[in-house]
C-alpha cells in the first residue's frame, strides 16, 4: 500500500523559507511521479511541482517558477520541495501526491494524474 508522509510546514516571514518533505512508501518500481499542490483557502487545489521519479524530470507552476525547487532522495525514499522567497499568497495546506506514470506523458498539473494523496502540512507566510 502506497502511504505519503509530508512534514516541514509551518510559520514564516515573507521572504523567508520553508523545506518540505514527502517521505514515499510503497512503490515496488521508480516509474512514478510526485507533484506537489497547494490548496489556500476559499481556493481550488493548483499543482505546484512535480517529479518524475525515474528520470528526475522537473515540473513547475509559473508562479513558483525560480523560487521553489523539487528533488529526491531515492535512498530516502524522500521528495523535497524547497520554498525560497516566500509570499504571502504562498500561503496554503500543502499536499504530496503520487501517481504511476510509468513512461507516458503526463498533464502534471491534473489531480486526476495521482492516485494517492498525503494529509497536507499548512505553510503560512506572514509578517
Known amino acids: 500500500q502506497v502511504q505519503l508522509v509530508e512534514s516541514g510546514g509551518g510559520l514564516v516571514h515573507p521572504g523567508g523559507s520553508l523545506r518540505l518533505s514527502c517521505v514515499v512508501s510503497?512503490?515496488?518500481?521508480?516509474?512514478?511521479?510526485i507533484g506537489w499542490f497547494r490548496q489556500a483557502p476559499g481556493k481550488e487545489r493548483e499543482g505546484v511541482s512535480a517529479?518524475?521519479?525515474?528520470?528526475?524530470?522537473?515540473y513547475y507552476a509559473n508562479s513558483v517558477t525560480g523560487r521553489f525547487t523539487i528533488s529526491r532522495d531515492n535512498a530516502k525514499n524522500t521528495v523535497y520541495l524547497q520554498m525560497n522567497s516566500l509570499k504571502p499568497e504562498d500561503t496554503a495546506v500543502y499536499y504530496c501526491?503520487?501517481?504511476?506514470?510509468?513512461?507516458?506523458?503526463?498533464?502534471?498539473?491534473?489531480?486526476?494524474?495521482?492516485?494517492?494523496w498525503g494529509q497536507g502540512t499548512q505553510v503560512t507566510v506572514s509578517s
Open positions: 501526491a503520487a501517481g504511476e506514470w510509468m513512461d507516458r506523458h503526463v498533464y502534471w498539473n491534473h489531480e486526476s494524474e495521482y492516485d494517492y
Open positions: 510503497g512503490f515496488t518500481h521508480d516509474y512514478y511521479g
Open positions: 517529479i518524475r521519479i525515474s528520470h528526475g524530470i522537473t
